[in-house]
Nanobody, 122 residues
């Protein structure tokens, strides 16, 4: 079992930045690929970014490419999402997830956190 807890969400003005954290605990948590997804009101949960267990492979949704950066610190069992140049359309609940391999597909992830709210005002 892997437990995931997100933090770092909040209210920010358009153009601002936030850094989300996702702390993992449980057995062999560092061997999992990690992903970030988000869900806006009335919309389906969508892929944002993913990172391999080593950190050597990352990829992003087109909507965030060049603005968001995913990283991880396996010594701290924590994955981060640095979000810059935020836009009102980035407003959503952000979830981290753990899975066996990097993927942009929700079903490929085995464990999910409870989410953290990000609100971007215009």
């Amino acid at each position: 079992q892997v437990q995931l807890v997100e933090s770092g969400g909040g209210l920010v003005q358009a153009g601002g930045s936030l850094r989300l954290s996702c702390a993992a605990s449980g057995r062999t948590s560092s061997s999992y690929a990690m992903g970030w997804f988000r869900q806006a009101p009335g919309k389906e949960r969508e892929f944002v970014a993913t990172i391999s267990w080593s950190g050597g492979v990352t990829y992003y949704a087109d909507s965030v490419k060049g603005r968001f950066t995913i990283s991880r610190d396996n010594a701290k069992n924590t994955v981060y999402l640095q979000m810059n140049s935020l836009k009102p359309e980035d407003t959503a609940v952000y979830y981290c997830a753990a899975g066996r391999a990097t993927s942009d597909i929700r079903g490929r992830y085995d464990y999910w956190g409870q989410g953290t709210q990000v609100t971007v005002s215009s």
